[in-house]
C-alpha cells in the first residue's frame, strides 16, 4: 500500500516561488503515475501537473504550464513541484496523488485515483 506525504507548504507573497513535495513510501513506484492536484476554497479538485514515475514524461494544465515544474528525485521516493510568480488564485490545498498502470494523459482527466496525500495548504498573501 503507497503511502503518501506531502510537505513545504506555507505562506508566499504573490509574485514569490514555492515548492512543496511528496514522499512515498509503502512500495516500489515502478509503473505508476505521480500527480499534483489543487483544490481552492469552495471549488472542485483540480488537476495540475504530473509525471510518470519510470520514463519522466510530463503532463500539466494548459493554465500553469511553464509556471509549474513537476519532477521526481527516484533515489528519494520523492515527486516536486515547483510553483513560480504566484498570484492569490493559486492559493489552495494541494494534494499528491499515485496510480499504477495509467498514462500521464489518463490521470490528467479525471480525479479518482487509488493514493491521496492528506494535502498541503499553499497561501499566496497580496
Known amino acids: 500500500q503507497v503511502h503518501l506525504v506531502e510537505s513545504g507548504g506555507g505562506v508566499v507573497q504573490a509574485g514569490g516561488s514555492m515548492t512543496v513535495a511528496c514522499t512515498a513510501s509503502?512500495?516500489?513506484?515502478?509503473?505508476?503515475?505521480m500527480g499534483w492536484f489543487r483544490q481552492a476554497p469552495g471549488k472542485d479538485r483540480k488537476f495540475v501537473a504530473n509525471?510518470?514515475?519510470?520514463?519522466?514524461?510530463?503532463l500539466y494544465t494548459e493554465s500553469l504550464k511553464g509556471r509549474f515544474t513537476i519532477s521526481r528525485d527516484r533515489a528519494k521516493n520523492t515527486v516536486f513541484l515547483q510553483m513560480n510568480e504566484l498570484t492569490s488564485e493559486d492559493t489552495a490545498v494541494y494534494f499528491c496523488?499515485?496510480?499504477?498502470?495509467?498514462?500521464?494523459?489518463?490521470?490528467?482527466?479525471?480525479?479518482?485515483?487509488?493514493?491521496w496525500g492528506q494535502g498541503t495548504q499553499v497561501t499566496v498573501s497580496s
Open positions: 509525471i510518470d514515475w519510470n520514463d519522466g514524461s510530463t
Open positions: 496523488a499515485a496510480d499504477r498502470g495509467i498514462s500521464i494523459a489518463v490521470m490528467g482527466s479525471r480525479v479518482g485515483h487509488a493514493h
Open positions: 509503502g512500495g516500489t513506484l515502478d509503473h505508476y503515475v
